[in-house]
């Protein structure tokens, strides 16, 4: 049983108390900031499972705690937020948030989407005998979560590593935006296709010589992505 205490960043103290009382129960061990130095502070001394991330507050705000965070870290983190807007709700994923959740919410299900985190998260890593996946000159190590070219290692976000995961399993096949929001989200069925072109895009410029005509992640206009062929890469 992992004993890491689940962070709780959250100013109202009424909101992350109530979180803290739900996920005790849950059978987490919890911490709480109220502001995001604090936050920064305990995510470096403490290193914690997970972490839940309120967008407004004291200090550095949320979306700098996120950057920080993914730069940092590959802690997974789920952002809280009392802004509905969908271009939030994008912005959120493409700072590397694991899933995102709009104030009200259901405790319960917080503690839900905590659980479905950590599993993916948890089963990544510790996959029996995972397999290596190595095409278009990677190698993809599941269980050590690390991508390499070469000597130089490829700093990844758990669903960038998750996507192309699923892409260099099978190269050449297409596997639709559908498919692979399937394979990322698999308890988020209302993503939108956007989020999957904008981690490609990221993918694409941390793995492509040249971003603007990508070699081994290809489009299929209309459909989805590949993984380039052994004959293409050429
Ligand atoms: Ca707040």
């Not at 503690?111 to 510790?126: P, S």
């Not at 397999?131 to 960038?160: C, K, Q």
């Amino acid at each position: 049983m992992n004993k890491q205490p689940i962070l709780i960043v959250e100013d109202e103290p009424n909101i992350a108390g109530l979180i803290e009382t739900y996920l005790e129960h849950a059978g987490f061990a919890t911490l709480r900031a109220a502001d995001g130095s604090r936050a920064l502070e305990l995510i470096r001394i403490v290193r914690p499972r997970l972490v839940i991330l309120d967008l407004l507050l004291p200090e550095i705000d949320g979306w700098s705690v996120a950057h920080a965070l993914r730069r940092e870290s590959d802690i997974p983190f789920l952002i809280l937020s009392a802004q509905k807007d969908e271009i939030d709700r994008v912005a959120g994923f493409t700072a590397g948030a694991d899933d995102y959740v709009v104030k009200p919410f259901s405790p319960r299900e917080l503690v839900e989407r905590v659980r479905a985190i950590l599993r993916r998260y948890e089963a990544g890593a510790t996959e029996e005998q995972p397999m290596i996946l190595r095409a278009g000159g990677l190698e993809l190590d599941p269980g050590r979560y690390r991508v390499s070219r070469g000597a130089d290692e490829i700093e990844l976000t758990l669903i960038e590593f998750r996507l192309l995961q699923a892409l260099m399993r099978a190269p050449g096949r297409v596997q639709t935006r559908e498919e692979l929001i399937t394979r990322l989200y698999d308890d988020e069925p209302d993503v939108i296709d956007r989020v999957i072109d904008v981690h490609v895009g990221k993918l694409r410029r941390k793995l492509e010589p040249d971003p603007s005509s990508p070699r081994l992640i290809r489009t299929v206009r209309g459909v989805g992505y590949r993984f380039a062929t052994e004959d293409e890469e050429r």
